[in-house]
């Protein structure tokens, strides 16, 4: 009995479940009897899957080298041109017809084809094609029409250069691989699943390939990085040449539209404006992130607005948005092609060199089958010239077999062999006798000279370019972008992304409390101490009065030890955060005293702020996270022979040290109690701050240009390329756009010269001022459409270079003095025109070098004379030696 015998319902139980092996197994037994035949099936899997997964990588997922395409593509594209008259085809109709090519079903073939055309390159769309950026599919294959772009018809198809293989039915050909003459492999990328590896190869810019492949030509490096038809930044220092251990990292492009408001203008490559609104939706949900509502605005663009509550920061949320949501991902290439049919991992350099040599391969062939069709042109042409011009047409008259016309007209053809280039054969002299009378009747002999003429004219062309085949195919790569580039410039700016640490940036979801007696701290001991806001992924810090200390993670509910000196929520490799302590050694050991730093820690693992002496005991402790200090009363308690019973301890006295050092005797003396009599800023001076021109951002580690020295009342300075300027904090999380022309350390007294174009006026106007504090953003041009900011200058004695142009144009160059021409204004005022003629450019040069001895001398006089006024004669005498 045959398996294919068993109805449906022999595998089912009664409720329509299927039954469990052993009853299967069973009811198979019962069924068959104990005779069965026994099959050994080991040898037959290994062996049929291996051939099914040979199939799958070769003719399924992984698309081929030579033209950058999987096999459905390929059908896709040769039935496309099957039955391409121009006008364009319905979907449906397409599918159906590459139907006769691929053996699977319509679906693969659908999806394959609107694919190819969402990728805008092969495939000139009509209709509703779906949307990329929002996921949205495509309309039914009956509603939506296609045909062939010029592009593809100009690089993708030549039926001379082809080579055919039957179809899975035989009754047709299709081709092996398309000659295509273009990297299309990196300009389309492609990513499928086979049967024990993958192919995932990233899209890259159409002119940067054809720019890297011109370099190959000269024989000089290249460098090739993913572009995405989504935008967005990418991360491409670890891109590793697309090849497997690489990933790159992908970022939206969020704007801050105002203090409330962020704006999402790009989207990470694969994924959609409805999963990364999901993504933000969950981690709001989390506790991750806090916003109000999100507005999805987009429509040909994307435009997501993110509305945020008044007290949360815009820039904290711009970095939450990459670390819990999809407005960050991390893509891995897996650069695996078919190559000598098999597959092969290759880097997308060598992808590109191995295709633009096929190329110029290519152009050969074709340059060679031009040639060999213009010799046969004009062998013919010769031919059929010598034929009629010697009037050998009239010796056959008289044959009256086939064969001696044959005969005749060699014999006639004899005397001008040698000024053909190949003998002639009987398929020759066949086609000269299908010259009709009427040819022959008005046959033009000028005309003809000047047909084999142009034939030998480009003959001669022909062998030029195959004798410089580089450079001609150099010349048809910057043809294909001078033809099909405009348009398909970069949209994913590279850029370097700094680490985005979670716990720095995480909204504060969480309450923390702390039973000090009991030794429980937590998140749900609502009736105990409120410590501060937290989040469920932040660390705490726990130090007991026995100087016991340890960092854990932030949980429900904890227990360390009784007598709670201090809690707070920890912050790794924070050097300026600084613990003022005083401890005493033992029960009855000296006081210590001490200043340290508690930065890199094992979590959950016990330490001590003290020697670790039995019996020690914290005095007093103080937490500053900005290196503060205080003075200290200290309160001895009496003793015979103890004269002074106050002691003072200035902490800011006391040198900062490791966590791990033992501090200085403050006093050997007991304690009675401890006041504090004074607090004092911060002992660690300034912050010095950096700006990383690579990512944009702000950092104290010294990455990239040193900004300056700031206090705690200093700002910066932020002026953009567009004539605007605000004052901003130094705080690392701030967020600033690529349109920075200037960061420094703000003055409010500094004098600057900005010239400009009025686009309202239409003139060049020059300016000095100074910048007023305003955390808004403030324009120091005109406002009109076409203003542009030209040049900014802090000279003090600014000079400006004015050439012009126009009916002026021949006209001296005319240098200015910028102080004496204008005034030092307000920001807003408008300014001085430089000129009344026409002003082609105006631009700073070196500054002016100006005597400052005279006006140092009238200051100082002047100084002397207001400070001796209402003083008697000595007084006077010595204040001037003073002064001076």
């Excluded at 090739?224 to 930044?233: A, E, I, K, S």
């Excluded at 040909?300 to 007290?311: G, K």
């Excluded at 350099?349 to 040599?357: A, G, H, N």
């Excluded at 002026?808 to 005319?814: G, L, P, T, V």
Aim: charged share 30%; aromatic share 10%.
């Amino acid at each position: 009995m045959q398996f294919d015998d068993f109805e449906a319902e022999d595998l089912l139980n009664g409720d329509g479940t299927r039954k469990t092996s052993t009853e299967e197994h069973n009811r198979i037994a019962k069924l068959t009897g104990d005779g069965a035949k026994k099959v050994q099936v080991s040898g037959m899997f290994k062996e049929w899957f291996l051939d099914y997964a040979s199939y799958v990588i070769l003719e399924r997922a992984v698309p081929h080298l030579d033209d950058g395409l999987k096999p459905v593509q390929r059908r896709i594209l040769h039935s496309m041109k099957r039955l391409d008259d121009g006008r364009y085809n319905k979907v449906a109709n397409i599918i159906g017809y590459t139907m006769q090519y691929h053996p699977h079903g319509d679906a693969s073939i659908g999806d394959a084809l609107v694919q190819l055309g969402q990728k805008d390159l092969l495939i000139d769309m009509q209709g509703n094609w779906g949307n990329i950026l929002t996921g949205d599919g495509a309309a039914a294959p009956r509603y939506i029409e296609a045909r062939l772009s010029k592009f593809a018809l100009d690089v993708v198809f030549n039926p001379k250069t082809t080579e055919w293989m039957l179809t899975y039915d035989g009754r047709n050909q299709e081709p092996v691989t398309l000659p295509l003459k273009f990297p299309l492999l990196l300009a389309q990328g492609v990513e499928g699943i086979a049967v024990g590896l993958a192919s995932k190869i990233l899209p890259h810019n159409f002119n940067e390939i054809i720019d890297a492949a011109i370099l190959h030509l000269k024989g000089k490096d290249f460098e090739l990085y993913p572009d995405f038809p989504t935008g967005g930044y990418i991360d491409c220092s670890r891109y590793n040449d697309g090849l497997r251990g690489g990933a790159v990292k992908i970022r939206a492009k969020i704007e801050k539209l105002d203090r409330k408001t962020l704006v999402i203008k790009d989207i990470p490559f694969s994924k959609t404006t409805t999963t990364l609104i999901d993504s933000i939706l969950k981690a709001n949900d989390k506790g991750k992130i806090k916003i109000k509502k999100i507005d999805d605005n987009t429509a040909q663009d994307v435009e997501i607005h993110i509305h945020l509550s008044p007290d949360i920061s815009p820039d904290k949320t711009i970095d939450a948005l990459y670390a819990f949501t999809d407005c960050e991902i991390s893509l891995s290439p897996n650069s695996c092609i078919i190559f000598d049919n098999k597959p092969r991992f290759m880097g997308v350099k060598e992808i590109l060199r191995t295709s633009v040599e096929r190329t110029k391969h290519l152009l050969t062939r074709e340059l060679e089958i031009r040639l060999s069709e213009l010799e046969e042109n004009w062998h013919m042409s010769s031919l059929e010239k010598i034929f009629i011009e010697n009037r050998i047409y009239i010796t056959i008259e008289e044959c009256e077999t086939w064969e001696s016309v044959i005969e005749t007209i060699d014999r006639g053809l004899e005397p001008f062999k040698n000024l053909l280039r190949r003998e002639i054969t009987r398929d020759d002299i066949i086609k000269l006798t299908e010259i009709k009378i009427k040819r022959i009747s008005k046959y033009d002999a000028f005309k003809a000279n000047e047909q084999i003429k142009g034939l030998e004219e480009e003959m001669e062309e022909v062998k030029n370019h195959l004798a410089n085949i580089v450079a001609y195919a150099i010349n048809y790569f910057q043809q294909i972008k001078k033809k099909y580039g405009k348009g398909r410039e970069r949209k994913t700016e590279i850029r370097s992304f700094d680490t985005i640490e979670a716990t720095k940036v995480v909204v504060a979801n969480e309450k923390l409390y702390v039973n000090r007696a009991e030794g429980f701290f937590g998140t749900s001991l609502k009736k105990d101490e409120f410590v501060g806001e937290c989040s469920d992924i932040d660390e705490v810090i726990v130090i007991l009065k026995n100087g016991k200390y340890i960092i854990t993670k932030v949980s429900e509910k904890a227990f360390f030890g009784k007598n709670i000196e201090h809690i707070s929520v920890f912050k790794r490799n924070d050097s300026r955060t600084i613990y003022n302590v005083l401890y005493r050694d033992g029960r009855n050991g000296a006081i210590m005293m001490k200043r340290c730093a508690i930065t890199g820690v094992t979590r959950d693992k016990e330490y001590n702020l003290t020697k670790g002496t039995e019996g020690s005991e914290v005095i007093f402790l103080s937490y500053n996270p900005n290196g503060e200090a205080e003075v200290l009363k200290v309160f001895l308690k009496p003793r015979p022979r103890l004269r002074s019973l106050i002691m003072e301890l200035d902490f800011s006295q006391i040198a900062i040290k490791g966590r791990q050092s033992q501090g200085n005797i403050f006093t050997r003396y007991a304690i009675h109690k401890v006041q504090v009599k004074e607090k004092i800023g911060s002992t660690l001076g300034g912050i010095k701050v950096w700006f990383d021109w690579d990512v944009f951002r702000l950092n104290n580690d010294g990455r990239g240009v040193l900004i300056g020295e700031f206090q705690s009342n200093d700002r910066l300075l932020v002026v953009n390329k567009d004539g605007e300027y605000y004052l901003s904090g130094i705080d690392p999380s701030t967020h600033f756009s690529d349109n920075i022309l200037m960061l420094e350390k703000y003055k409010e007294d500094k004098v600057f010269s900005a010239t400009y174009f009025d686009g309202e006026q239409g003139f060049f106007y020059v300016k000095r001022f100074t910048f007023e504090p305003t955390d808004r953003v403030q324009s120091f041009i005109s406002n009109g459409n076409k203003s542009y900011l030209v040049e900014l200058n802090d000279d003090t004695y600014p000079s400006l270079m004015v050439t012009f142009g126009g009916k002026n144009s021949a006209k001296d160059s005319e240098q200015i003095d910028v102080e004496e021409f204008i005034g030092v204004k307000s920001h807003k005022a408008k300014g001085k025109r430089i000129s009344s003629l026409q002003v082609k450019t105006a631009k700073f040069v070196e500054p002016l070098q100006k005597e400052k001895e005279e006006e140092t001398e009238e200051q100082n006089t002047s100084d002397i004379i207001s400070t001796n006024e209402g003083k008697d004669g000595g007084d006077s005498a010595s204040q001037m030696t003073l002064e001076l």
